[in-house]
């Protein structure tokens, strides 16, 4: 059994839960442990006793760690991505491009460390100087999601680290795997003890353990909208508050107009709405597409995803692999089938698949006689479920682009600078794709949404200091003896 880290030390657990290879649910990947809420506990009190230390440790040692930590997770960014795909059923390419992106972003955050910048102003008042400057949170608790099981903990872990809180870790429990993996990382390139702990679970015991302990500072969440409003209920009720970020979900639109390169248009869509298995947040289930391309575009969506390969994520020439596991498999039949009742019309897809291994495999789905009024429009779903939504012209398709409680990202297709600029203006998402997939971002620029996509800082790039620090504001006196205020008329 695989076990937690707490303290400094690796720290074994009365229960343990198996680790599933969705390409082949015959293949155990693992078993690790489960942490108890006690054991929840010293891993926050570690925490806490760690951050006075390293709160004030040296920019220069916090880059050195941060820097290996990037270095090691580069130079095994096949191995890390052969076991991320393993585990979380994405294709190798995937797997190894998202291990890549974690490498990069502890890269970035370790030149974070030594840009610590502030500033100096003069004050309203003569002889005084004001310094402005940022210092870190406290204790932070990161509770990441499984469809990322390596990015988005690189991208919450490094800044926490790089701007010296320390970290209370709980990976989704159904990829624990990776989540393992970087945690060794982190701890060879010699992280204090108690600055960094991996505490794997259940999020009703580990989750519930960070949000209750008023030692926690802050909670950075990514998860599923129901999730993210309790978490965010539990942080405003908390005594003392918590800072708190959430990133939930999103219904990403991607607009195709009549002047589209019809081609981009379907490289954008196949990309946006079905690779990961369409289990992105940014992934774009809305495609609204235009009168007079609209029946081209069906077309030729029907014909690039008769040719896609869906299987085990580790073989050569997968373009998709499966669903990540039986639950989320169910979902996506639910889906399918409330679209269906709804009275949309699946085109393409939408069928279970038998593979050479059991596996929770699934082609691809598409609809189309889509109204934005429809469930299948309006919830999402997380899967390789896409629907295609008719527009009059770009003002309807805005229009209903914007017709969502979500607001993560959203994308048009257009060879027109005109609709290309006056969308990117008006489109009320947190992201804005110009013939470009809506999912796929860089790691050096903030990521966040909108609406009931977003709450809080955003992640990543250096808007991550807005999340992990709070600023203070310094004055001092600069005369000589006593400070005396000027008073009316001397």
């Known amino acids: 059994m695989t076990k937690n880290y707490i303290a400094g030390e690796w720290?074994?657990?009365?229960?343990?839960?198996?680790?599933?290879?969705?390409?082949?649910?015959?293949?155990?990947?693992?078993?690790?442990?489960?942490?108890?809420?006690?054991?929840?506990?010293?891993?926050?009190?570690?925490?806490?006793?760690?951050?006075?230390?390293?709160?004030?440790?040296?920019?220069?040692?916090?880059?050195?760690?941060?820097?290996?930590?990037?270095?090691?997770?580069?130079a095994r960014k096949e191995e890390l991505g052969r076991l991320l795909s393993r585990e979380e059923g994405k294709t190798l390419p995937e797997g190894i491009g998202e291990v890549t992106r974690a490498g990069q972003i502890f890269h970035f955050f370790a030149g974070e460390c030594l840009r610590m910048a502030g500033e100096k102003l003069p004050s309203v008042r003569p002889l005084i100087d004001v310094e402005i400057t940022r210092e870190p949170v406290g204790v932070v608790g990161l509770i990441t999601p499984w469809n990322f099981p390596i990015a988005i903990p690189a991208w919450k872990i490094a800044p926490a680290l790089?701007?010296?809180?320390?970290?209370?870790?709980?990976?989704?429990?159904?990829?624990?795997?990776?989540?393992?993996?970087?945690?060794?990382?982190?701890?060879?390139?010699?992280?204090?003890?108690?600055?960094?702990?991996?505490?794997?679970?259940?999020?009703?015991?580990?989750?519930?353990?960070?949000?209750?302990?008023?030692?926690?500072?802050?909670?950075?969440?990514?998860?599923s909208v129901p999730t993210g409003r309790r978490v965010a209920q539990s942080c405003i009720?908390?005594?003392?508050?918590?800072?708190?970020?959430?990133?939930?979900?999103?219904?990403?639109?991607m607009v195709v107009l009549d002047d589209a390169d019809l081609k981009v248009a379907v490289d954008c869509a196949v990309n946006s709405a079905f690779f990961s298995t369409g289990q992105r947040c940014t992934a774009s289930s809305r495609l609204?597409?235009?009168?007079?391309?609209?029946?081209?575009?069906?077309?030729?969506?029907?014909?690039?995803?008769?040719?896609?390969?869906v299987d085990d994520a580790l073989k050569a020439g997968t373009q998709i692999g499966p669903v990540v596991d039986q639950g989320q498999l169910d979902q996506d039949l639910k889906y399918i089938r409330i679209g269906q009742e709804e009275?949309?019309?699946?085109?393409?897809?939408?069928?279970?698949?038998?593979?050479?291994?059991?596996?929770?495999?699934?082609?691809?789905?598409?609809?189309?006689?889509?109204?934005?009024?429809?469930?299948?429009?309006?919830?999402?779903?997380?899967?390789p479920v896409a629907t295609v939504i008719r527009a009059?012209?770009?003002?309807?398709?805005?229009?209903?682009?914007?017709?969502?409680?979500?607001?993560?990202?959203?994308?048009?297709?257009?060879?027109s600078l005109k609709y290309a600029s006056h969308f990117k203006r008006n489109a009320e998402a947190g992201m804005v794709m110009v013939n470009l997939p809506t999912a796929g971002v860089d790691y050096h620029v903030p990521f966040g949404g909108r609406k009931g996509s977003s709450y809080g800082p955003r992640e990543q790039g250096r808007y991550a200091a807005e999340f992990y620090t709070t600023v203070k504001t310094a004055y001092t006196f600069d005369g000589n003896g006593p400070y005396v205020p000027k008073t009316k008329g001397s």
């Open 162 to 223: 790089a701007y010296g809180n320390t970290v209370v870790f709980k990976p989704a429990e159904l990829v624990p795997a990776s989540a393992h993996a970087l945690s060794e990382i982190i701890i060879r390139a010699g992280v204090p003890a108690g600055v960094f702990n991996l505490v794997m679970g259940k999020g009703s015991v580990v989750g519930e353990a960070m949000l209750t302990s008023p030692k926690v500072s802050a909670i950075s969440f990514t998860g």
């Open 288 to 309: 609204i597409v235009t009168e007079g391309i609209h029946d081209r575009f069906v077309a030729a969506m029907q014909e690039r995803m008769a040719g896609l390969v």
């Open 11 to 74: 720290v074994g657990a009365t229960e343990a839960s198996p680790n599933i290879n969705p390409s082949n649910t015959a293949d155990v990947v693992g078993e690790y442990a489960r942490a108890s809420a006690a054991e929840a506990e010293a891993a926050i009190a570690a925490a806490y006793d760690a951050f006075p230390a390293w709160s004030r440790s040296s920019i220069q040692s916090r880059h050195d760690i941060l820097k290996a930590v990037g270095d090691e997770i580069l």
């Open 343 to 383: 009275g949309a019309k699946l085109v393409a897809g939408g069928e279970l698949l038998k593979r050479e291994a059991p596996g929770f495999y699934l082609s691809p789905a598409l609809f189309t006689e889509v109204d934005n009024r429809m469930r299948v429009a309006r919830e999402e779903i997380f899967g």
């Open 237 to 253: 009720t908390a005594d003392p508050m918590k800072k708190l970020q959430l990133e939930m979900g999103g219904k990403n639109p």
């Open 392 to 415: 009059k012209d770009y003002d309807e398709a805005l229009e209903i682009a914007n017709d969502t409680p979500f607001g993560l990202s959203s994308g048009i297709c257009t060879t």
